[in-house]
């Protein structure tokens, strides 16, 4: 009702309208948690006597008071950090706690990449001197018969029970280090496009010819085995891979995979190139033709990268950029701008005569201006010309701007089935060092433009420049079907393979091009987790400025129960990350390959962007040699600037590093395992085991890291027998009030106790590898270890959550506590662990409506509590989330989406602050429109109710100027707010 008075409570603000009131001991930080809110419900029925009911501030804090110590008795008890605490400081005379130098860490972290990353050149170098030797001693054979591993038709059987032809039996087993996929280490298999006729005279040839791979793609595994793929991809068609694999056609029983399209053998196969495209628009190239043009540019942009550079120019009687706002320069041509382009070549119209004097002039303008300028690729240039041959007034132009010289090559593809002026365009190609070819179908487009990469390359293949190609991040999704591969990052290192005969030296042939993937994971395992703190991170990035591995980089989206990668996952540049980075000096730095440090203030999104931490983070960056790669690493103020180091004896350590509650984290490296086949089966615990027992000597392992986990299992051993205590004295089925006990310490190790049975644990994912947010993962710690550590030691940090997936509504609701444990050496203070519970949000509620009878001393007459009256009271966390309320319904959910106006008042009384935050990444939903544009008049009541969901919606962004993080639009880069804590 109007005027009903509103009382609230936060014990945290220092800008709080009633002075804080301090409480004895620790409790006090635990006030910080937690706000309690008391409303009266606007309601007609209410009596004129509860119309004027009031609570006095006096009333609601005294609820604060027992409810608060209430919880924080239970959490302290259950979770046994007094004990934890204690244990750390017996042990505070023997540790040590070590300033961490940043710049000596990226460093090292960088050498340690390049050491990783050379190793894979060198296989790969392998490869190409193996190829071009084969083939140097290959004698072409046009009726050569050899049957070879068809990936596709391997193990593949006909009606009678018998082999199909090239589809011999090829043994597969499922390996570890190819993510369990099913594979023959022993060979290779060869894959071809269904395009491609595998027994085609060429194809017999190469696959017969590097066969002589086989060898070597053993050798470069038994001699780096941390090697994934190997492959030969032909300029032919035909792709070699190793290990061997079976391939699966699509639902369509089509093979469209082509190595030939892959950004790994076009970046090898040619240097990076400025290309101009024109084309033809006039009356003559309407119907058919026009459909082959836009075609053709689209695969001509496919060929394209970022290291490239383009633009496309239209013209008939007059020209026109088909981008007015790329005027007069080049593009890069990365994802984004390649399918900006490919939409507006799609609404390309054809009218008037061609006129293609002033296109070519446009091209050959820009182009010059960017060699002059030391713009673009600073590499090869070239013009498509692509047009039906009507074409007249163009040699003065080629008089002008190209010869003598001939810097800029010029290729011509003749649109149609007409002949007419075929020889004009093998003209201007051949007198401008281009390619001519004619396209009559849509299926002609991708082999004949391939043809121009060809002749780009021939000067690499004359010089004999085996430059190493390095490519973006990438999933190799694309490349397998398996559901194992579909999260996996990787870039490939990627060499020519040129003919050597020298009756081919002056032609300049290209034999193919030779890869093998690094997976990203793998390469970002060689910045230890431990090294970096409890916020801190490693990334990498390229001179593009790309992003190669980041924490944050969140490559897929969801589609249904399906995650699929977003259409730019690969191109997330730098300052989409970091986007605090306002000025771009850490992207420009790290781009120019630098080596230095910075610091900046950031805001940190924590569970899916409903909590922010406010961190003053230290950057530091160097290059990582011979590669376009930059590594950057981050380090917190306060916890990433020390390192806790202790020693213990192996005896005690390894004792009770065997207690079966204990887990180390599985993503970090404690020892080697996967070198050597008989490690891989080894988990992390056991390899430190058999490490510590001398068992197994060959074993690798990081003795700093082995020596902090002996450390903390020493210390926190205890544990194991207090929470059993624990569980012996709360049989009574009443008083189990608390699932579980946790903690976890910044080696990774991980003790958890059960206090019911695991039927009955309200959220049985948490702790487990379903749930990465509660885990210690390579990017991570856990989500309340890294809330407790932003807190004083000894405050809990409460969280409310669904106990199954966020997407799934309606499932019960479960509550952590967290709180961090600190040791003290030196006048320096480190983070060493976090301990908590999951209990159980009815026990919460249980103790908070008790604590709402109580009265107190006060003068007027004692009130009801919130249960037995018209009040509606709220407890609601420091980020605006609720979390107790007489409604289940609206527990968990942010107060602003349940009362927007409260949460204004609220904000204006400096109880929260609003913060604002980005997120880049995210994708927008299509709108869904109904496919019939009548569906408003058939339906007034659907066009009144959306109406009506949009007018609430507009007014609630309006009141609030807050939006979920999951709503964020990428492409518009706007900007999305969040209402938290001050």
Not at 274 to 301: C, E, N, P, Q
Not at 569 to 590: H, I
């Amino acid at each position: 009702m109007p005027g009903l008075p509103r009382f609230h409570l936060d014990t945290s603000a220092p800008h709080s309208r009633r002075p804080c009131h301090q409480w004895p001991g620790s409790w006090a930080s635990l006030q910080k948690t937690v706000v309690i809110l008391c409303l009266l419900l606007s309601s007609t029925s209410l009596s004129p006597t509860h119309a004027q009911t009031e609570i006095p501030p006096e009333t609601v804090k005294l609820w604060a008071d027992t409810f608060g110590r209430d919880l924080y008795d239970t959490v302290t008890k259950y979770s046994g950090s007094l004990l934890l605490q204690k244990k750390y400081k017996d042990v505070e005379s023997s540790l040590r706690i070590k300033e961490v130098d940043g710049l000596e860490l990226v460093r090292k972290f960088s050498e340690d990449m390049e050491t990783m990353l050379r190793r894979k050149v060198e296989a790969v170098k392998n490869l190409v001197e193996a190829a071009e030797e084969a083939d140097l001693n290959h004698e072409f054979n046009e009726s050569l018969v050899f049957n070879y591993y068809n990936s596709v038709l391997i193990n593949e059987r006909d009606e009678n029970g018998n082999y199909v032809e090239l589809g011999a039996e090829f043994v597969l087993e499922s390996n570890a280090h190819f993510s369990n996929l099913m594979v023959n280490t022993s060979i290779s298999s060869v894959q071809l496009p269904t395009n491609v006729y595998n027994k085609d005279p060429d194809i017999l040839n190469g696959v017969y010819m590097s066969e002589a791979l086989n060898t070597v793609f053993v050798e470069n595994f038994q001699r780096d085995p941390t090697l994934t793929w190997q492959y030969f991809g032909s300029s032919t068609g035909f792709f070699r891979i190793y290990p061997g694999i079976k391939w699966t056609p699509d639902e369509n029983g089509v093979i469209a995979f082509d190595c030939r399209n892959r950004g790994w053998y076009i970046q090898a196969a040619t240097s990076p190139k400025d290309i101009v495209i024109v084309v033809d628009t006039s009356g003559s190239m309407k119907g058919l033709r026009m459909s082959i043009a836009k075609h053709t540019i689209s695969t001509i942009l496919d060929t394209l990268g970022e290291n490239d550079f383009v633009n496309i120019i239209a013209y008939s009687d007059y020209i026109h950029y088909i981008e007015p706002c790329f005027k007069g320069i080049l593009v890069q041509a990365d994802r984004d701008n390649r399918e900006h382009f490919k939409q507006l070549v799609d609404e390309l119209m054809v009218k008037g005569v061609g006129v293609v004097n002033q296109a070519l002039t446009e091209a050959f303008q820009i182009l010059k201006q960017f060699q002059e300028a030391r713009q673009g690729s600073l590499c090869n240039q070239a013009i498509m010309l692509i047009t039906d041959g009507a074409v007249e007034d163009y040699e003065p132009v080629f008089e002008k701007y190209n010869w003598p010289d001939r810097k800029v090559r010029v290729f011509t593809y003749l649109i149609g089935r007409e002949v007419t002026f075929a020889d004009r365009m093998k003209w201007i190609a051949c007198n401008n060092k281009g390619y001519y070819t004619q396209i009559s179908t849509l299926a002609d487009a991708q082999e004949n433009v391939m043809e121009y990469l060809h002749v780009l390359s021939r000067p690499m293949v004359i010089n004999h420049d085996h430059d190493i190609t390095w490519t973006e991040a990438y999933m190799d999704s694309k490349l397998f079907t398996s559901q194992a591969q579909s999260l996996m990052l990787l870039t490939t290192v990627a060499m020519p393979v040129f003919s050597k005969k020298n009756e081919t030296r002056s032609h300049g042939i290209l034999l193919g091009v030779v890869g093998s993937d690094v997976a990203l994971r793998e390469l970002m395992k060689l910045a230890p987790r431990y090294k970096l703190g409890v916020h801190g991170y490693a990334f990498l990035n390229t001179n593009n400025g790309y992003i190669l591995s980041h924490p944050d980089l969140r490559p897929l989206y969801r589609d249904g129960k399906k995650l699929k990668p977003k259409p730019n996952y690969n191109s997330v540049d730098l300052s989409e990350v970091e986007w605090e980075d306002r000025a771009e000096t850490l992207r420009t730095a790290m781009i120019n390959g630098e080596t230095g440090s910075l610091s900046m203030d950031v805001k940190v999104p924590l569970d899916k962007g409903k909590r922010v931490l406010f961190l003053t983070n230290d950057y530091f960056f160097t290059d990582i040699s011979d590669t376009p790669f930059s590594l950057g690493v981050v380090l917190s103020r306060g916890h990433g600037e020390y390192i806790l180091l202790g020693n213990t004896t192996v005896e005690e350590g390894l004792h009770d590093l065997l207690h079966p509650d204990l887990t180390l984290a599985s993503d970090w490296i404690y020892c080697i395992t996967d070198i050597d086949p008989d490690h891989r089966k080894l988990s992390q615990l056991e390899a430190i085991v058999r490490f510590l027992t001398g068992e197994d000597p060959d074993l690798e392992c990081d003795e700093e890291l082995v020596r902090e986990v002996l450390l903390d299992a020493a210390v926190t051993a205890p544990m194991e027998a207090y929470w059993t205590a624990m569980t012996l004295n709360t049989s009574d089925e009443s008083e189990q009030v608390v699932d579980m006990a946790f903690l976890g310490t910044r080696a990774g190790l991980l003790r958890s106790s059960l206090f019911v049975g695991s039927e009955k644990v309200s959220d049985k994912k948490f702790l487990t590898p379903e749930d990465e947010a509660s885990i210690f993962t390579m990017d991570h710690f856990p989500l309340w270890y890294r809330q407790a550590a932003e807190h004083p030691a000894g405050s809990f940090v409460f969280n409310l959550q669904s106990a199954e997936a966020p997407e799934s509504p309606g499932q019960p609701m479960v509550v952590t506590a967290s709180t961090a444990v600190a040791v003290t050496v030196d006048k320096k203070t480190a983070i060493a662990a976090a301990v908590g519970v999951q209990m159980r949000l009815e026990f919460l509620q249980r103790t908070f409506w008790a604590a709402t009878r109580q009265c107190g001393t006060v003068e007027r007459p004692c009130p009801e509590s919130c249960q037995d009256s018209s009040l509606d009271c709220f407890v609601i966390d420091n980020n605006g989330f609720i979390l107790i309320s007489e409604r289940s319904q609206e527990m968990g959910r942010f107060l602003g989406e349940v009362d927007g106006a409260l949460m204004t008042q609220l904000l204006s009384m400096g109880v929260f602050s609003q913060v604002t935050m980005y997120d880049y990444q995210a994708m927008c939903k299509p709108s869904n429109h109904h496919h019939s544009a009548a569906r408003p008049l058939v339906s007034p009541i659907s066009a009144l109710l959306t109406a009506t969901r949009w007018l609430v919606n507009e007014l609630l962004l309006l009141l609030l100027e807050w939006s979920a993080w999951g709503s964020w639009r990428a492409d518009s880069k706007a900007e999305a707010k969040a209402v938290f804590h001050q």
